[in-house]
Every structure is written in C-alpha cells, then in structure tokens.
C-alpha cells in the first residue's frame, strides 16, 4: 500500500522515530498508525535491550534538596558518551528520577525502577531513553537524605556534573541552621569535601579493617624492609595515623585557610553562634564513574570492522 509523507511526519512526531523507521513501520502496519507505533516500541525495546550490555560510564552526578533544606539526593545517572549527558533527553531524565526518589522515597535501587511516573515506571522511562536516545543509561546509585533534628543539608554539583555533594550538619538551635553564617559554613564544608574527597567525618568510623589494611601495606613497604621490627613499627604507627587523617574530614586542614583544620572551623562557628551542638553528621560525595572499568578503544580498528560488516 501506499505510505504518505503525512502519514510518515505524524507518526515521527508520535514517538520520535527516524523517518525511515517510521515508513518501515506504517508498512508492516499497512499504514494503522497504533499499530506503526506498536511496532516501533517493540523495535526500540529490543535496541534499547542490545545497548544495555554496553558500557555506560560517562553521564553525571547530581545533588538536590528540598526548599526547606531537611530533606535531600544525590544520585549517579551514568551513559555512553559526555556529549547525550549533555543532552536536553538525558538531563529531562535525570530531573524526573531526583525528584520522584525526594517525592517517594525509595528504599533502594530496585524500589526506585519499580515507582510510577505518569503510569510508567521509572524502568520503563529509562528503556524508552535507551531507544530514542540510542547509548545504553542507567542509575547507578542514589543516596537519601532525611535532616530529623535541627540542622540542614546542602548540596553542590562541581565541574558539570562530575563530583556532587551532599552534607548535613546539626545544630542546637533552629535560628542558627537560618542564619546566614551557617548557610556560609555548610558550603564551604561542600566546597571542602568536594576538592579533598575525605571518606570519613571522624575517625569514629574507619573500622579496623581499614585501619588493618593501611597497617598492611605500610608494613610491606621497600624502604622499611631492612629496619628492625620495632623501629618499623613505629613508623608505620606514625603513617598510618598520618594517612587516616587525610581521610578524615574534621582533620583536614581548610582549603580556604590551611592554618585551620575543619574540627577548628566548626568549633570557632560554635562559639560565635553560641551553639555547641554545633557539628556536621553525615556526608556523600560522588565522582562520575568511579569504579567503572572504561572501555579503551582503537578508533582505526573500529572502521576497519565497520566497513567488514
């Protein structure tokens, strides 16, 4: 039967389908457009089904709060390629789904692609990317954050999405989380986590397994090789102890004043608020990817393939 360019273009501004994939459908449809549309779900599906095994890298980090500050996300949208994150399809995505977890609250990842939006689930939203935008995406992770005492969070994004932040600090008293020297102190404390990447608030949290392993491979070091046991000992004590420190963020010398550690920071603030409760609770930092092999590819042996098929 014949296919009309109008048939073609309505079906296209349908589903957003290429126009020859739309002719192709509207064909074997023998031109019922619910069917074409059908028929192109189907297809894109099972594209979208193909790219998932791909891998997905690139994309970006995200952090957002509610107006109130009490309550917050940060979340891990991952693609193929920097050039779709940047995208108007993929940040629309990554708006939808921060907003649906602050909004519903899933408990984890799998209660998360189980919610409904607009009676689709956030699964089905992701799959319908994949096949319009043609790279394979997924969430990769999401934190929640629910502020229940006095205090506030706040949230930054650095360098387009690379590294997000989201840190929480209590307070004694509800007029200090509103002042303006809080809300100072809270980004700089971001601002802080974001360059220095810390993995703990204080030491209270490494768990002596991680203080095992640092011991670990201190003590298996070349140059301590030929020292004797107690000397080696002691330095490795004196490393470790060193090393911890870094990771810990109220130990930290402040990036805007290095004669000043984040414990003393917090602790003049306390005293100039006069709130001794004064301290930050919890913090997430995501950096883009980390943890994900990247596929490291030839772009000669690439063509070379494609002009095989």
């Not at 307070?171 to 974001?194: C, N, P, R, W, Y």
């Not at 805007?256 to 301290?279: N, R, W």
């Amino acid at each position: 039967m014949q296919i009309t360019a109008a048939q073609v273009k309505e079906l296209r501004d349908k589903t957003g389908a290429g126009m020859m994939d739309a002719k192709k459908a509207l064909i074997e449809a023998e031109g019922d457009m619910e069917k074409a549309s059908e028929v192109l779900r189907q297809k894109g599906i099972a594209s979208a089904d193909k790219k998932s095994g791909r891998i997905a890298a690139e994309g970006q980090v995200y952090a957002l709060i509610t107006e109130n500050r009490k309550e917050g996300v940060v979340l891990e949208l991952n693609c193929e390629t920097d050039f779709v994150a940047k995208g108007d399809a993929f940040q629309d995505l990554l708006q939808v789904i921060s907003k649906q977890i602050l909004e519903q609250k899933p408990a984890d990842l799998d209660a998360l692609l189980a919610l409904t939006v607009d009676g689709k689930s956030v699964q089905a939203l992701v799959t319908d990317k994949i096949a319009s935008i043609g790279e394979n995406i997924s969430i990769r992770r999401f934190e929640l954050y629910n502020v229940a005492t006095e205090g506030a969070l706040h949230s930054y994004i650095h360098t387009g999405g690379r590294v997000a932040v989201l840190v929480e600090m209590k307070a004694g008293q509800a007029k200090t989380a509103d002042s303006e020297g809080f809300k100072v102190l809270i980004k700089d404390l971001a601002l802080q986590i974001a360059s220095a990447a810390p993995d703990f608030v204080t030491r209270a949290e490494i768990s002596p397994l991680v203080i095992e392993t640092e011991t670990r491979v201190e003590m298996g070091k070349e140059d301590l090789a030929n020292k004797p046991e107690e000397i080696r000992k002691k330095i490795v004590d004196g490393r470790v102890t060193k090393l911890l420190g870094q990771r810990c963020l109220v130990e930290q010398p402040f990036v805007k004043d290095p004669s000043m550690t984040i414990e003393e920071l917090v602790q003049s603030k306390a005293k100039e608020y006069g709130d001794s409760e004064l301290a930050v609770v919890r913090f997430t930092r995501y950096a883009l990817g980390e943890g994900i092999e990247k596929k490291v590819s030839n772009f000669a042996e690439e063509v070379a393939a494609a002009a095989r098929v």
